[in-house]
């Protein structure tokens, strides 16, 4: 499991979510893309934040104010997006959660076999 396979799978939830809305008009649309698009910076900001952290020498200052920065923009973001934007709570909900539906995804896909479930397999 790796970082860009999370996000690959998050863009292509995002996809098929927004497709579903279009066709169902269950979900507000931009409110999903918005909330997707949330996350997905997100979560590249945040592994770029890491890659600084782990990387030898002084880095980790660096990755300190933009950890700082990111946590007060996105705080901003989303007060400027739910007081002046119209945006369906709902679906803006749906759209956020898709990055966690993304990571679940790819945890059990490279989820390892145990030998408890290769037992449990053989005698059923």
Do not use: Q
Not at 92 to 113: D, K, N, Q, S
Request: hydrophobic share 60%; charged share 15%; net charge positive.
């Amino acid at each position: 499991m790796n970082l860009e396979r999370i996000e690959f799978a998050h863009v292509g939830l995002l996809g098929v979510v927004a497709l579903v809305a279009v066709a169902t008009g269950w979900l507000s649309v931009g409110s999903v893309l918005l909330g997707g698009a949330v996350m997905g910076l997100n979560f590249r900001l945040l592994k770029e934040i890491v890659r600084r952290v782990l990387r030898p020498g002084r880095g980790w200052y660096i990755a300190l104010g933009l950890f700082v920065a990111k946590f007060g923009l996105f705080l901003g973001l989303l007060a400027l997006v739910f007081w002046r934007v119209p945006v369906d709570g709902l679906s803006f909900a749906v759209g956020i959660t898709l990055l966690l539906a993304a990571c679940v995804i790819e945890a059990l896909r490279f989820a390892p076999v145990t030998a408890t479930a290769i037992s449990e397999e053989g005698t059923a």
